[in-house]
């Protein structure tokens, strides 16, 4: 069973577009969820990563957190055509282990 | 800045066969390797966990028999793909964790293994 369910599975925006990403985990024992982005042929890159409840930005980049749903969400405003990836959420017990959940991923393309 | 260094990028082997991959953390001391699979349809799956001072922890579908992990050091982790058959297909990577660099997982490049 998956613990890490991501929507939708694939998203295409226009360029300069919002683009938002869902998460959510089945497993009420995480604390940590992360975004990771993966360009085609490349491996994941860490985006951001968040444990506390509500938002965090950094640049284009905005991640929300609702601990008490274990819902997660990214969203990328601007959206620019090197945005175009795989991005991948990832759930975590807590930090002191490297165990990485990962969901299946969204396809995001960007279209100019 | 932390590196994680994979070898080989790419590798091609018979069916039955059997393929060893490397990682070497470089900059930083790994205190922790993760080894997943990311399969052609794109899922990743754990494979093990390996952290220094514990035994090397297996995911539910694989077993030390097939991928037989090595963790010498701090810096450097290897595994094995024993027996490679079709669905063992994919790219292997491997995520190193060094706590005083933060919480993040820092991946390799990956293998990227084809199984004829």
């Known amino acids: 069973q998956q613990k890490v369910q991501q929507s939708p599975e694939s998203l295409i925006v226009p360029e300069g577009g919002m683009a938002s990403l869902n998460c959510t985990s089945s497993d009420r024992n995480v604390d940590y969820f992360w975004w990771y982005r993966q360009h085609s042929g490349k491996s994941p890159k860490m985006l951001m990563s968040i444990f506390s409840n509500g938002e965090k930005e950094e640049g284009r980049f905005t991640v929300h957190l609702n601990k008490a749903s274990l819902h997660t969400s990214l969203h990328i405003r601007d959206s620019q055509p090197s945005d175009s990836a795989l991005y991948l959420c990832a759930a975590s017990l807590n930090t002191n282990t490297g165990k990485l959940t990962f969901g299946d991923g969204t396809v995001l393309t960007v279209k100019p | 800045g932390a590196l994680v260094y994979q070898y080989p990028r790419r590798t091609i082997c018979k069916s039955g066969t059997s393929m060893r991959m490397e990682c070497q953390a470089v900059g930083f001391q790994a205190t922790s390797v993760a080894w997943y699979r990311q399969s052609p349809q794109k899922t990743f799956e754990l494979i093990a966990l390996s952290t220094v001072n514990s035994a090397i922890k297996y995911e539910q579908n694989f077993t030390q028999e097939k991928f037989p992990i090595s963790h010498p050091n701090l810096s450097f982790s290897s595994m094995t793909v024993l027996n490679a058959y079709l669905e063992d297909r994919g790219l292997y990577l491997c995520?190193?964790?060094?706590?005083?660099?933060?919480?993040?997982?820092?991946f390799g490049p990956g293998t990227r293994l084809t199984v004829l």
């Open positions: 995520g190193a964790r060094a706590p005083g660099l933060g919480v993040e997982q820092y």
